[in-house]
């Protein structure tokens, strides 16, 4: 009977590697529409070798290849444990779930449990349309994982540990031990995720009421970029250059290269940036109205002016007027491709400073005091 399965399995393993594409198709459209943040979805067939060596493990037990439930799976790999309950929700809702094969592994461990494993549902999609009919004689599975989670299954399963009585008594402890430290990290990321949160929502409370207690940072600034002095200034910049302000940029590295970028010519706090963009905000505004027409290849392919142009301008001229500063590292901070050699990028920066303050640069690129 063994043989017969496995033969019939491999005959009709290109319709089940369909059944897989169609899965993972399905179930991506799912979580795109309930806006949840996964990390990735991937899909798999099993192993003819993998499915002889089941029916091996269990003699007697699958007499048809649509009793054997895992013979298509889909993984989603969420990025917090707290992320399982979530997904969850979902494939309960928009799935027919069958709970008599369905398992929650996480919740079935004694304290000193072995293994770290998500929840596993064996489903077919609701209702009578395309995606169902595709399912209606071999459902599929859902393993929901976290990250951690999936590493501890990947690397269990490279060793070949099956269960419990498979591992040697001493190598056992090791796995209880490192098991603790996966779910104590899962914990600390899910805490880390919260804080983050947090942070954000309590952002405009505090930059309105005490600013100079918020440090420069890739939320702090991300923040500012709607909202004045900075969205002002841009605005400005954008007008003298006759071009449009970008808003909704699709560039969620943006606000951490402007971070590093102004920590690194010394401004530490939203107070203090706000306080010296209010001192010095047409400066920059002029300054920018000479420097971009010069390096027109590192912006115009953008279509108009990126949010944070006034940052970037306001941290160029502090670093003329800072000698101590490392030109190539402001370029580094920058990071425009497309743009001159870097030579000419500081020669560029440096004529339009003396240009819009008046004071030309030394030899040696300082500005005179």
């Given at each position: 009977m063994n043989d017969v399965l496995v033969q019939a399995y491999e005959a009709a393993l290109p319709e089940y590697e369909r059944l897989r594409d169609a899965a993972v198709a399905h179930t991506n459209a799912l979580l795109d529409r309930s806006g949840l943040n996964i990390h990735h979805v991937t899909g798999r067939v099993k192993r003819p070798a993998s499915l002889a060596d089941k029916l091996l493990r269990k003699p007697g037990r699958y007499h048809a290849l649509d009793e054997v439930t895992d013979l298509?799976?889909?993984?989603?790999i969420t990025y917090f444990e707290s992320d399982l309950q979530a997904v969850s929700r979902l494939v309960e809702a928009q799935f027919d779930v069958d709970w008599n094969h369905s398992i929650d592994k996480s919740r079935m461990h004694d304290p000193d449990r072995f293994g770290y494993m998500g929840v596993h549902y064996v489903v077919r999609p609701l209702g009578s349309g395309p995606d169902a009919a595709a399912f209606a004689s071999h459902p599929f599975e859902i393993q929901i994982r976290s990250i951690?989670?999936?590493a501890w299954a990947e690397i269990e399963h490279d060793l070949g540990?099956?269960?419990r009585e498979a591992v040697p008594r001493e190598v056992r402890r090791r796995f209880y031990r490192l098991?603790?430290?996966l779910e104590m990290a899962d914990e600390e990321f899910m805490a880390l995720d919260r804080l983050s949160k947090d942070y954000a929502a309590t952002l405009p409370e505090r930059v309105r009421d005490t600013p100079?207690?918020?440090y420069i940072d890739a939320q702090s600034v991300k923040y500012m970029l709607d909202h004045a002095?900075?969205?002002?200034?841009?605005?400005q910049v954008a007008a003298a250059l006759n071009v449009l302000l970008l808003t909704g940029w699709p560039d969620p590295e943006r606000p951490q290269r402007l971070a590093g970028l102004l920590q690194y010519v010394g401004v530490n706090s939203v107070g203090a940036l706000q306080g010296e963009l209010r001192r010095h905000g047409q400066e920059v505004v002029a300054f920018a109205g000479l420097l971009l027409p010069r390096l027109r290849e590192s912006w115009t392919p953008a279509g108009g002016a990126r949010p944070g142009t006034s940052l970037v301008h306001y941290a160029l001229m502090r670093a003329c007027a800072n000698p101590?500063?490392?030109p190539s590292e402001i370029v580094r901070?920058?990071?425009v491709p497309g743009t001159a050699d870097t030579a000419t990028l500081i020669a560029s920066v440096r004529d339009a400073y003396a240009e819009a303050t008046g004071f030309p640069l030394r030899q040696d690129g300082t500005a005179p005091v």
């Amino acid at each position: 009977m063994n043989d017969v399965l496995v033969q019939a399995y491999e005959a009709a393993l290109p319709e089940y590697e369909r059944l897989r594409d169609a899965a993972v198709a399905h179930t991506n459209a799912l979580l795109d529409r309930s806006g949840l943040n996964i990390h990735h979805v991937t899909g798999r067939v099993k192993r003819p070798a993998s499915l002889a060596d089941k029916l091996l493990r269990k003699p007697g037990r699958y007499h048809a290849l649509d009793e054997v439930t895992d013979l298509v799976a889909v993984r989603v790999i969420t990025y917090f444990e707290s992320d399982l309950q979530a997904v969850s929700r979902l494939v309960e809702a928009q799935f027919d779930v069958d709970w008599n094969h369905s398992i929650d592994k996480s919740r079935m461990h004694d304290p000193d449990r072995f293994g770290y494993m998500g929840v596993h549902y064996v489903v077919r999609p609701l209702g009578s349309g395309p995606d169902a009919a595709a399912f209606a004689s071999h459902p599929f599975e859902i393993q929901i994982r976290s990250i951690l989670q999936h590493a501890w299954a990947e690397i269990e399963h490279d060793l070949g540990y099956k269960n419990r009585e498979a591992v040697p008594r001493e190598v056992r402890r090791r796995f209880y031990r490192l098991a603790g430290l996966l779910e104590m990290a899962d914990e600390e990321f899910m805490a880390l995720d919260r804080l983050s949160k947090d942070y954000a929502a309590t952002l405009p409370e505090r930059v309105r009421d005490t600013p100079d207690s918020v440090y420069i940072d890739a939320q702090s600034v991300k923040y500012m970029l709607d909202h004045a002095p900075v969205h002002d200034l841009d605005a400005q910049v954008a007008a003298a250059l006759n071009v449009l302000l970008l808003t909704g940029w699709p560039d969620p590295e943006r606000p951490q290269r402007l971070a590093g970028l102004l920590q690194y010519v010394g401004v530490n706090s939203v107070g203090a940036l706000q306080g010296e963009l209010r001192r010095h905000g047409q400066e920059v505004v002029a300054f920018a109205g000479l420097l971009l027409p010069r390096l027109r290849e590192s912006w115009t392919p953008a279509g108009g002016a990126r949010p944070g142009t006034s940052l970037v301008h306001y941290a160029l001229m502090r670093a003329c007027a800072n000698p101590a500063l490392d030109p190539s590292e402001i370029v580094r901070l920058l990071d425009v491709p497309g743009t001159a050699d870097t030579a000419t990028l500081i020669a560029s920066v440096r004529d339009a400073y003396a240009e819009a303050t008046g004071f030309p640069l030394r030899q040696d690129g300082t500005a005179p005091v």
